[in-house]
């Protein structure tokens, strides 16, 4: 029997990014907007009623308005890939939610011709699309989600009690949004959507007081492989 094929989608959902080849697309972001179909097995969550077995498109909303927000892309079809590559990508370690099996997603740029015309994307990818990297880091793993040379999104899985000094090189900005609740960023408590930017060389500490692992959604611009998770972190007493 073939596993059911249930889709939550998001439609009309507007922001802003910098995407496109031409000069004057290149400092400033314009209007995009985006459509996604998630095709996931509701089962779980139609018997439990728990979201967690589910997604969360309130979340999931916020998470892709972040990532546009915070990338720059030439193409939209490098836009495209790299949000599929997010929405495709296994659950973090300790992140309550579903698998997704396949993506539709479209991606409209509608002041791109002026009025004349809207011009649009359009993909779908499967599961097996994307292979995540995972890389051992002093505050636990970092999960390469896709890099390009103009942006890098990474997932941060700090183990409980574990600091993450992360700094950016000078003229390079960063963006990162909190996964999970529990986190902190430079002892201010952060809620699951916080985001905190960087920008020119600044250094923020996330911390991890909690006695599980938490997740830091990362955005790096423009040399993602250039920004410092190898700090050496400070261990911290937890209880359970």
């Not at 967690?52 to 836009?79: H, K, N």
């Not at 309550?96 to 539709?104: C, E, F």
């Not at 999960?143 to 950016?168: C, F, H, K, M």
């Not at 002892?187 to 007081?209: A, F, I, K, M, W």
């Amino acid at each position: 029997m073939e596993p059911a094929r249930d889709v939550i989608a998001i439609h009309g959902l507007e922001t802003e990014c910098v995407v496109g080849v031409y000069p004057h697309e290149r400092g400033t972001p314009q209007p995009l907007c985006i459509d996604v179909e998630l095709s996931v097995d509701t089962e779980a969550a139609a018997r439990s009623e728990k979201l967690s077995y589910s997604i969360d498109y309130d979340g999931l909303a916020s998470q892709l308005v972040f990532l546009l927000q915070s990338c720059r892309f030439r193409l939209l079809e490098t836009a495209a890939h790299a949000l599929c590559a997010y929405l495709l990508s296994p659950p973090a370690p300790g992140e309550r939610r579903a698998q997704v099996r396949a993506v539709r997603l479209k991606l409209t740029k509608p002041d791109a011709l002026g009025g004349r015309a809207v011009p649009s994307l359009t993909v779908e990818r499967k599961a097996g699309f994307v292979e995540v990297a995972q890389k051992q880091a002093p505050f636990g793993t970092v999960d390469v989600i896709n890099e390009t040379r103009e942006a890098g999104i990474y997932r941060l899985n700090l183990a409980a009690g574990r600091q993450a000094p992360l700094s950016v090189r000078p003229r390079a900005v960063g963006a990162a949004m909190a996964l999970s609740d529990g986190l902190s960023c430079d002892g201010e408590q952060l809620t699951v959507g916080s985001v905190c930017r960087t920008t020119d060389g600044e250094r923020h500490t996330y911390e991890n007081p909690t006695p599980r692992q938490r997740t830091i959604l990362l955005v790096h611009c423009p040399e993602p492989a250039r920004f410092d998770w190898e700090s050496k972190p400070r261990p911290r007493a937890h209880g359970l």
